[in-house]
T-cell receptor, first 117, second 116 residues
């Protein structure tokens, strides 16, 4: 079974530029998550999709971050404009069942390491 | 406030030795507790998931324990190998009874280095 795919693996941009990340979840997984992981910290959930609908985006900085999952499969996360503090690893994860399931194991992709100069 | 605290922050052991990592949480209502292993430059990989009724669960050389009364969990690694060098993250999920506040609460992780 193929895992969660993410691209690019690394991205270096200057502040105020825009950047987009792509995620392809495991086939058949209805739920998709985007996390931000700053060096030395645990992942912070940015947004959670159930199929193509948003379940939780309470920690997404909506003035500069946006995400979409138009067809309920692939997803993109965009930052516009980027700030220095956005330097982090952006992890995508997917899970098989939706929010009603008690135990809902998430499978993570390798992440995209973003450096904002 | 829902929190997950892990100790130690970092640990260095020799190959072949055992070690135990700790996780204390204040998440309520509780649903399940997960241990993840995160290698440098990779996403977290699930080691164990334990619900309220489970006291211990093993995955190869990894054994997790859960005491829901004291809200403590431990991850024991037996006969460590160089490949065990990674960050180990404790994650607690609150109960569906939390309604719209259901979420995963992540610890900061324990950084383990296994030296030859």
């Amino acid at each position: 079974e193929a895992g969660v795919a993410q691209s690019p693996r690394y991205k270096i941009i200057e502040k105020r530029q825009s950047v987009a990340f792509w995620c392809n979840p495991i086939s058949g997984h209805a739920t998709l998550y985007w996390y931000q992981q700053i060096l030395g910290q645990g992942p912070k959930l940015l947004i959670q999709f159930q199929n193509n609908g948003v379940v939780d985006d309470s920690q997404l900085p909506k003035d500069r971050f946006s995400a979409e999952r138009l067809k309920g499969v692939d997803s993109t996360l965009k930052i516009q404009p980027a700030k220095l503090e956005d330097s982090a690893v952006y992890l995508c994860a997917s899970s098989h069942q939706g929010r009603e399931i008690l135990v809902n194991e998430q499978f993570f992709g390798p992440g995209t390491r973003l450096t904002v100069l | 406030k829902n929190q997950v605290e892990q100790s130690p922050q970092s640990l260095i052991i020799l190959e072949g030795k055992n070690c135990t990592l700790q996780c204390n949480y204040t998440v309520s209502p509780f649903s399940n507790l997960r241990w993840y292993k995160q290698d440098t430059g990779r996403g977290p990989v699930s080691l164990t998931i334990m619900t309220f009724s489970e006291n211990t669960k093993s995955n190869g050389r990894y054994t997790a324990t859960l005491d829901a009364d004291t809200k403590q969990s431990s991850l024991h690694i037996t006969a460590s190998q160089l490949s065990d060098s990674a960050s180990y993250i404790c994650v607690v999920k609150n109960s569906p009874r939390a309604g719209n506040n259901r979420k995963l609460i992540w610890g900061l992780g324990t950084s383990l280095a296994v030296n030859p």
